[in-house]
Every structure is written in C-alpha cells, then in structure tokens.
C-alpha cells in the first residue's frame, strides 16, 4: 500500500497540532481521523500518487458548547465534545455508561480566591486511567476519551499557574488560598514596594482557608543575609508568630522573591509545612542591594490552605504576585 505524505500541513486549533502526516491510501480519498480532545475528520481527494501534496481540511468540532455546573452532575452522551467548566467546591462530577467516541473536556475553574476544591471525575462503568476516578485540582484541566469500554484522560497537567495576583493601590495585607491537593507551591512576588522604607514582608499560614491564622509561636526560621555591601550573617527566628518572605523599598519597587511551600500533611512525624525563600531588594537606607536566603518551617501539622502576607509596617503599594501548582 502507498503512502501519500502530506507536507507542510498544521491543523491548529489550541488542542490539536500535527505535521507531516502519513497516511496510507489505496487509490481512493484520503480520510484521517485523529481523537484528542474531541473527534476531528481530516479529508481530503488526493489520488494516490504516492508523491506531492494533498490538501487536507477539518470537519469536525473540537468543542461544540460550554456547559457550567456548580454541584455533583451526571453527564450524559449529548454532553458529548462539550466543555464542562467546574467550580462551586469539592464535588463529583460523573462520567456517562462508557460508549466508543464519548469525550468530554473538562476544567476546575477554581483557584486563589473565593471558594476552592477538588472535582472528582467518577465512572458509570468502566475505569479511568485505570481507575474508578480521577482527581481534577483547582486550574486542572482535562479531556476525557472513552475506548468503548474504559476512559483515558489526556492533557492533565502536573504544573499548573494557579493565578495571579497584582496589587497597586496601598493596602495592609493580602491572601491567596493554597489549594488542598497539591504537593507544592511556588509563589513568584515581584516589584515589592511599600508604603514605609525597608520593612519586611511577613506571613502567615492557615489551616482552615483563611477564616483564622496561626498567629501562636510556631514559626522556625533560618536565614543567611547580607547585612552591609560587603558583611554576610546569619540568624535564627525560633518560635515566633509569623515568618519572613521578603523585603520592601520606598524608592522603587525593586524588591522580589521565591517562595517555595511544602502544604505539609496530617500525619504525623515529617509531615510539618515548610518552606523556602530566596529574596532580594534595594536596600533604601543603606543604599546597598541585600540578598536573603531562609528555611522554615511550621510546627503545625498540615496541610495549609492558605496564605496572608504584609509588611512590618505601613502599607504593600506594589507587587505582582504569581502563584504555581505542583502535583
């Protein structure tokens, strides 16, 4: 059997892309059918020369409708090549009785803010990814293929950008929510600035979303700092009520760092929350640029869902926070 190539040819369309397709042909149109995300039909009426190009075009609907839901939902097969966007807390979301074609994508609309948690993706027969469900953490998304007799999910990411978060107006303290399910976080602030020169930026964790903070002394700290342009130091901040992340400038908002969160867990022995931070700023008084690097943990037992974060004193005036999902 000949094959005809078809060069040069790109079908994109967000969830699919393919280039220099093979396909095999027997003297008759050419018809390829590609299953990722939803059923999309490549045709074309090449003959079968076994050389030059073939003129391909799309068919098929990747997405053929949006449906919302807020609470434990049962899809059915006309929900079919829909998107279905997920939000409202933890809930589960139910697949139909397994069919050959079926596919569904779906999506965890929830993240830093408001109300948060997971979609559990359950069979009605059959399993998926070998499993009787899957789990759908806040900005997870997924397409969901069935085989006829199982499902597979396809395009459920292990990294995920959980939000966003831009201050440019004063205000005394911020909060993101850390999503319950994830392994890690890491937190990027940039252009730090403040309303008082050269204060720190502190935070607190807590363990209930943010409705109380672990104010009691259970923060453990280490950090190394340059203290002048030319000293290096050290200290240690042992059970005290909050944690240091950063600092803040009244010159410009120079200041930046990385936080990288371990939620912790509720078992006990080696399952404490902690944390890395490695941060910088222009020291405004000094006139100096002070570099920090720390270690901390929480002598809570996990896991923390959420986060508040402000200066020693005064006012954030500027920031521009990125928060990641670690599986």
């Known amino acids: ?22 396909i095999a042909t027997a003297g008759q149109a050419v018809v390829a059918k590609i299953v990722q995300g939803t059923n999309v039909t490549l045709s074309s009426t090449g003959a079968d020369s076994g050389t030059g190009d073939v003129t391909v075009s799309v068919t098929g609907a990747v997405v053929n409708g949006f449906i919302s839901k807020t609470a434990a939902y049962t899809l059915t097969s ?59 953490l806040p900005q997870q998304e997924a397409t969901i293929i069935c085989d006829g007799t199982n499902w ?49 930026l502190y935070a607190q964790f807590s363990t209930d979303g943010g409705a109380t903070w672990i104010t009691s002394s259970n923060y453990i700290t280490e950090q ?36 990288k969160i371990y939620p912790g867990a509720t078992a006990s022995p080696g399952q404490y929350p902690n944390w890395l931070c490695d941060s910088g700023y222009y020291y405004q008084t000094g006139t100096f640029n002070q570099r920090v690097s720390m270690f901390g943990i929480l002598g809570v037992a996990g896991p923390v869902n959420a986060l508040k974060y402000y200066p020693a004193s005064g006012n954030i005036t500027n920031s521009r926070l990125t928060v990641k999902g670690i599986v």
């Not at 059997?1 to 969830?15: H, L």
């Not at 994830?182 to 020169?197: H, K, M, N, T």
């Not at 000293?231 to 600092?247: I, K, L, Y």
């Open 1 to 22: 059997m000949a094959q005809t190539q078809i060069r040069g040819t790109q079908v994109e369309d967000g969830t699919i892309q393919r280039r220099d397709l093979n």
């Open 78 to 136: 006309a929900d079919s090549g829909k998107y279905v966007i997920c939000s409202g807390g933890s809930w589960t979301l139910t697949l139909p009785a397994p069919a050959a074609g079926l596919s569904f994508s779906v999506r965890n609309d929830m993240g830093i803010s408001g109300t948060t948690g997971t979609i559990t993706i359950a069979t009605n027969g059959g399993t998926i990814d070998g499993l009787a469900s899957i789990p759908l």
């Open 152 to 200: 597979r999910s396809f395009g459920k990411q292990r990294i995920v950008v959980l939000g966003t978060q831009d201050i440019t107006s004063a205000t005394a303290s911020a909060t993101v929510l850390l999503p319950v399910g994830y392994r890690l976080f890491e937190l990027d602030f940039a252009s730090l600035q403040g309303s008082v020169a050269d204060q720190s």
């Open 224 to 259: 190394i700092y340059n203290s002048t342009s030319t000293a290096v130091g050290a200290s240690a901040s042992n059970n005290v009520a909050q944690t240091f992340f950063g600092s803040l400038a009244t010159l410009s908002p120079y200041g930046q760092a990385r936080v």
